[in-house]
């Protein structure tokens, strides 16, 4: 029977923005295990940064009507002398009340005392027998405010610093450091059970017992993909060509995921099973079979609340699926959102196609003086099988529905997986 009723691609991505889910619930978590995980709860600012006026470089403190007084008169003197103090301006002291006409040597971070006073730069002066030796010039630029960080400059008690939904980086990490955030709020981390099938297919270290097989990738190419985007992939073995197999996996699958991913087994040949799962055995249907190249059968369903997706059994297919379909769903049971990274490049020949689907055709990716740019690099044929055209400096330039032809100099939309797959290029 065939089960497979073809939407237009943006249909189905926009059917899955539409059925995004709630977040699984929140944990606290080390500081440290908090990398890459997803903040649950805004941070606010307990206090200003910094919660007074400090100094921003080693140098000296002077009272600021001294400095006026010497620059509203007319002066030959090169160098001006003044009494500096014993005691100089640490961050750990207490402020000290200056003389009229004395100078403290201040370090970086030290409080500025209350009053009305400039610093000069360290290695602007200099000292000689307990004096300081200013030249005239330094004190003739001088102004109020230089080299001084002033109360809430880089933040004010109560301002939100992070919100809810970003993916903590060592960045982020380090400004938790800062606030003395020991245990850190995060969104739970979805959990994903991968079914891979196929007779054919023999898995990692195994040996095959014939002489026509296929080397299984997907499950761990799906595993691999789960991780970076943040769930816990849950391997399950391979599926073999039996209905009744299928779905003794499948309802055990339901039992600790969070989400399923099926992959292989999704077209509509006389061993491939999973679409009864996705059709008879799911509580609705999003759709089955999307007009698209590669990934064109893929499927989104829930059962029990639980997204269901069937991913294609070639690489290409099953990672234009994932990107598209899956990972938006995946990101909303972590507590994020996930849109694709689109970005606009020079296609650098002639790209077309024959078929009456949206195409994502895997290209080179490069920049170079500042300018994007797409090619095919050097692939051979295209094939939805070649998992090497997704290594290294690749993405996937978007070849619309109706369009037949894309002419080289023109500006296409490419899907970049990440920034690390734009490869830099130096001009000489």
Request: aromatic share 8%.
């Amino acid at each position: 029977m065939n089960t497979m009723h073809p939407i237009g691609f943006d249909d189905a991505c926009a059917l899955v923005a539409q059925s995004l889910c709630a977040p699984l619930g929140k944990e606290q978590v080390f500081l440290h295990d908090a990398h890459h995980r997803v903040l649950a709860e805004d941070i606010f600012a307990p206090d200003s940064m910094p919660n007074e006026a400090r100094a921003m470089m080693d140098g000296y403190l002077l009272q600021a009507s001294l400095i006026d007084a010497i620059q509203s008169r007319d002066s030959i003197d090169e160098t001006f002398v003044f009494s500096l103090a014993k005691v100089p301006l640490r961050a750990a002291q207490s402020q000290i009340p200056l003389e009229s006409t004395e100078a403290h040597k201040i370090f970086t971070g030290a409080p500025i005392p209350q009053g009305d006073y400039i610093i000069l730069l360290l290695e602007d002066c200099s000292e000689q027998d307990g004096k300081l030796c200013v030249p005239r010039a330094i004190l003739a630029a001088a102004k109020r405010g230089q080299y001084v960080r002033e109360k809430g400059e880089n933040y004010n008690k109560g301002d939100k610093l992070l919100s809810h939904g970003i993916v903590l980086t060592a960045a982020e990490i380090g400004l938790l450091a800062h606030l003395n955030l020991v245990f850190v709020p995060v969104f739970v981390q979805p959990k994903v059970a991968i079914l891979c099938g196929g007779d054919e297919l023999v898995d990692l270290g195994e040996a095959p017992q014939g002489e026509h097989f296929v080397r299984s990738i997907n499950n761990h190419f799906l595993a691999m993909l789960v991780r970076e985007a943040g769930g816990i992939p849950l391997l399950f073995p391979l599926l073999h060509d039996k209905q009744e197999s299928i779905m003794a996996t499948f309802l055990e699958a339901l039992k600790s995921a969070d989400m399923i991913l099926f992959s292989g087994g999704m077209s509509v040949g006389d061993f491939d099973f999973v679409p009864h799962v996705l059709t008879q055995e799911s509580d609705s249907l999003l759709f089955y079979g999307v007009r698209v190249k590669p990934g064109k059968p893929a499927a989104v369903a829930f059962k029990n609340g639980v997204p269901l997706c069937g991913l294609g059994g070639f690489p290409n297919s099953s990672f234009i699926a994932f990107h598209f379909f899956a990972r938006p769903l995946l990101a909303s049971l972590a507590g994020a959102r996930f849109s694709p990274l689109q970005l606009c490049a020079t296609l650098t020949e002639d790209l077309s196609k024959n078929e009456n689907r949206t195409e994502w055709r895997s290209c080179a990716l490069w920049a170079e003086k500042g300018q994007l740019y797409v090619g095919r690099g050097n692939r051979g044929k295209i094939h939805s099988a070649a998992i090497n055209h997704l290594c290294g400096h690749s993405g996937f330039v978007r070849i619309d529905e109706q369009t037949s032809i894309l002419h080289k100099g023109s500006i296409v939309t490419t899907l970049i997986p990440t920034f690390s797959n734009i490869e830099i290029r130096q001009t000489q």
